[in-house]
């Protein structure tokens, strides 16, 4: 079957898809998406989370068909999103505040490809200057969960922060770095405001 | 394999009509793992997604009426005067993706007996409306669970709506594992006061075969309240009553050993359960007199 919907921000059309399939199949063997990870495809590890018309959610629990129509944001559409909620252009509805052209408009020279743009979001650099990506496998998904996090609760407490990543597992780091980068992205995100 | 993506819930009932087989997608999180995993390959998906009234829910006078695909973080956010058991109950799904997506239509459609929903709405008293072209059916949640992972439904219905009664005192639920997320319970335990008719109701899940009320403790806890006034007089309940209550909700349950835990832990842990839930909801009781809310 075809599915069209909208991967950050812009128009995507899946063909040949399987009935069965999973949304995180298809962002990442059909729509050359693979910053969403595949790590257990039972909901139980948080690194498919993508945002489906701005909730959080498991891809690899979406079936394919039931994204038609509707606005997906994945780990690589992050960066821009982060940076139109900043400028203001709305946050509630991922990549619907500016569309293609309006990306386009903002930074010239994008590729009409979903795919991000090597640009960081403030989450992301966190991240990094945090300490908080070892082998990176459960980190697209903890990035999607914690942006999502500090645009609905922009100063959060610890609990809120153990809560929203309470499904998203890792590996590596002990998460106590993961912590410190939430806590680092909000204490940066308040500065600003 | 057909994927059908019916608008309304007429083409819904029509699909369903037309091929009984259909295995209705929802949030997906039971349903996809099986996919995932090759355990299912449904002839038809059904997706339920695009009918709105299913994510919509109706406080009325004496029930809410939940839509069966409202996703748990909803009832945790919006629900938790009416009913707060189902509140706490939901609040310990998973996690919050899973909550985003999953709902009480799909717990019921799964009907497995560690479904945290089904504690919660056999302590506070609930009817499933179950839908097919031929008409509309109200099944009570005492006669829904049929079997292992079997429930009522036949072959044509789709579940549309759980109507639940709303909460007129103290609820409480909680559950045991070995973290506070992402835990299929070992075992869990419902408890709801109902002062308005006197009476206590009582949910179990993984401690059976199928979700249970604890029905001879209900009695027994019933009787004694009344015999000894306490609903009047709001007193402290009797240490040997809270025992007897708590061995009677143990006597209930008729577990297997699993790789979760032993039957014998589980009737133990059961009976704990009953015995501190009985606690803080008489507590809420007697503290605010009819109090609605849950305390966890
Ligand atoms: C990682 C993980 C952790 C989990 N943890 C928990 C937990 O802690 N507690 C818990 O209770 N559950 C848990 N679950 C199971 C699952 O999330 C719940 O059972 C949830 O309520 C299912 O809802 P859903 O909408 O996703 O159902 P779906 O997967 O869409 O459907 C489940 C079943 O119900 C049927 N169905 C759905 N809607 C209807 C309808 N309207 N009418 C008739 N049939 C219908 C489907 O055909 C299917 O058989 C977990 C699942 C995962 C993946
Ligand atoms: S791959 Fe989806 S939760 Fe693990
Ligand atoms: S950094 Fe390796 S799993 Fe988290």
Redesign the interface.
């Known amino acids: ?1 075809r599915v069209n919907f909208t991967v950050n921000g812009r128009e995507q059309r899946a063909d040949d898809v ?3 399939e ?1 949304l995180l199949y298809v962002l990442r063997e059909r729509l050359g998406l693979p910053g969403s990870k595949n790590a257990c ?4 590890c ?1 690194s498919c ?1 993508v945002r489906l018309d701005g ?4 891809s ?4 394919a ?2 994204v ?1 129509g509707r606005e997906v944001l994945t780990v690589e559409g992050l960066a821009e999103y982060a940076g139109n909620r900043a400028a203001g252009g709305g946050a509630s509805v991922p990549g619907a505040a500016t569309g293609e052209a309006g990306a386009g408009a903002a930074r010239p020279g994008t590729a009409p490809h979903p795919g991000g743009s090597g640009e960081l979001s403030p989450v992301q650099q966190a991240f990094i200057d945090a300490g908080a990506v070892q082998c990176g496998f459960c980190t697209p998904g903890l990035l999607v ?1 914690a942006d999502e996090l500090l645009e609905r609760v922009p100063s959060p407490s610890d609990a809120d922060i153990r ?2 990543l ?3 597992l890792c590996r590596c780091t002990g998460y106590e770095k993961i912590l410190d980068a939430v806590r680092l992205a909000a204490a940066r995100q308040e500065e600003t405001v | 394999m057909d994927f059908l993506r019916p608008a309304t819930w007429e083409e819904a009932l029509a699909a369903k009509a037309e091929h009984p087989t259909a295995v209705p997608i929802a949030g997906g999180t039971d349903v996809m793992v099986e996919i995932n995993f090759d355990h299912r390959r449904p002839e038809y998906l059904l997706d339920l997604n695009r009918i709105g009234e299913l994510s919509a829910w109706t406080v009325g006078e004496e029930t809410v009426e939940l839509g069966a695909s409202v996703p748990y973080t909803r009832i945790m956010e919006h629900l938790r005067a009416e009913l707060p058991g189902l509140a706490i109950a939901s609040h310990t799904v998973a996690s919050p993706q899973i909550r985003n997506r999953g709902g009480v239509g799909g717990n019921l459609g799964t009907a497995s007996p560690a479904g945290d929903a089904h504690p919660a709405l056999l302590a506070a008293g609930a009817e499933v409306e179950a839908e097919s072209v031929r008409g509309s059916r109200r099944i009570p949640i005492d006669a829904f669970y049929t079997g292992v992972k079997r429930n009522a439904l036949a072959a044509d219905e789709l579940i549309r709506s759980v109507h639940i009664k709303k909460a007129d005192g103290p609820q409480q639920f909680s559950k045991v594992g070995t973290r506070n997320a992402m835990v299929i319970a070992v075992c869990a335990f419902g408890l709801a006061l109902h002062p308005a008719t006197r009476t206590v109701r009582t949910g179990i899940g993984s401690a059976a075969p199928t979700p249970v009320r604890a029905r001879v403790a209900e009695e027994f806890l019933n009787a004694a309240l009344e015999e000894g006034g306490f609903w009047e007089s709001g007193r402290i309940i009797t240490p040997s009553i809270a025992r007897e209550f708590a061995t009677l909700a143990a006597g209930a349950c008729n577990p297997i050993d699993d790789v979760r835990g032993t039957a014998r832990y589980r009737r133990h842990a059961v009976a704990v359960m009953a015995r501190r839930q009985l606690g803080w909801t008489w507590e809420q009781y007697r503290g605010t007199g009819r109090a609605m809310e849950g305390a966890a």
């Open positions: 079957m399987w009935e069965g999973s495809e039972q909901g139980e948080g989370t909730v959080p959610v498991c690899c629990l979406v079936a068909g039931q038609e969960a809560e929203a309470s499904g998203n």
